[in-house]
């Protein structure tokens, strides 16, 4: 058994199980402050293992497949029961089916905070491809990277958007090397210059800083990195479409992955976190998947809460409900359509890993 395999077991139990189940608990207190009863909330997925307790008419229950858990309320689709779902004022359904995706937020925003607080492992160079900008600049490996053209190194996505924008240009690079520092000044190969496939505009490779150093900021500017790091998520998932089309991205980056996939990436980021005993990778990518899974959920896709979020916005403005056995008809297509999406990722996955 590969250790990769392990890690991605690993990271299925530490990242994914966790955000599901926050997303679920979000979908439960709303409905509790909306007084719309809850008929089971499940610890994993059904077939049920164990009846943990049955408190004001709900029972909690242990179930066998590990996966987050699920909330069942009463009259999900049937308006005719009395204190359940369906049979709730729309603002009570509105908040209700909104506060999964909300609970993924706040997760994110909170677990962004705790690991720029934390901070992040500095960029050290790796390897110097001969031949390469970097090499006629002078770089050397385990350069760890303070400031690139007068900003802070803070990431490679940082370093890597400056030497993209100053092709052709000279940039100063300020590096710790050894005890001291060293200033170089390199000039970034444009594009058509080199594999963009392959490296970079100077030639170098990137890892963490090996001597464990990090960019750690106090608690208001984590605050704003926090809400900054969110929208960006959601502002590249919605730029995606755009960018493939562009040619900005190449169809593997754009790649959708299944939950098996979600596991092969958040056991690569656990696996980076343990090897330098460094929290930020692993909360990152914890809080990375929450606002994706979020935002993911809002879609107006059938099955999905978007998708239940949109019958009631039509139901807003037709004045009327959708009769629910078509609504309910709609919402069992749309799941056949994504279990069967979903089955195909899968095994795209577990075919071709992402790593």
Known sequence: MSSSFLWSIGGFFVVLTPIILVHEL????????????????????????????????????????????????????????????????????????FAGAGANFLMAFVVFWIAFMIGMPAVAVSAVTPGTPAEVAGFQAEDIFLEVDGVSAESSGVIADIMRSKAGEPVEVLVARGEGTALLTVIPR????????????????????????????????????????????????????????????????????????????????????????????????????SVALGFTNLLPIPALDGGRILFVLIEAVRGRRIEPEREGMVHIVGMLVLLGLMALLIVQDIVNPVF
């Open 190 to 289: 444009t594009v058509g210059e080199y594999d963009s496939l392959e490296e970079g505009p100077i030639g170098v490779g990137l890892m963490a800083a090996p001597d464990g150093r990090r960019i750690s900021r106090g608690p208001g500017e984590s605050l704003v990195e926090s809400a900054a790091s969110m929208w960006e998520i959601v502002y590249l998932t919605v730029s995606v479409p755009s960018m493939l089309i562009n040619g900005e991205i190449s169809p593997s980056e754009a790649r959708p992955v299944s939950v098996v996939g979600i596991s092969q990436i958040a056991g690569q980021a656990a696996e980076v976190s343990v090897t330098n005993s460094n929290l930020f990778p692993i909360l990152n990518m914890v809080a990375f998947i």
């Open 26 to 97: 979000g979908h439960f207190f709303a409905a509790r402050l909306s007084n719309i009863r809850i008929e089971e909330f499940g610890f994993g997925f059904p077939p049920r293992a164990a009846k943990l307790a049955e408190r004001n008419g709900t029972v909690y229950s242990l179930n066998w497949i590990p996966l987050g858990g699920f909330v069942r309320p009463a009259g999900e689709d049937d308006p005719t029961v009395e204190g359940g779902l369906a049979s709730a004022s729309k603002r009570a359904r509105l908040f209700v089916l």
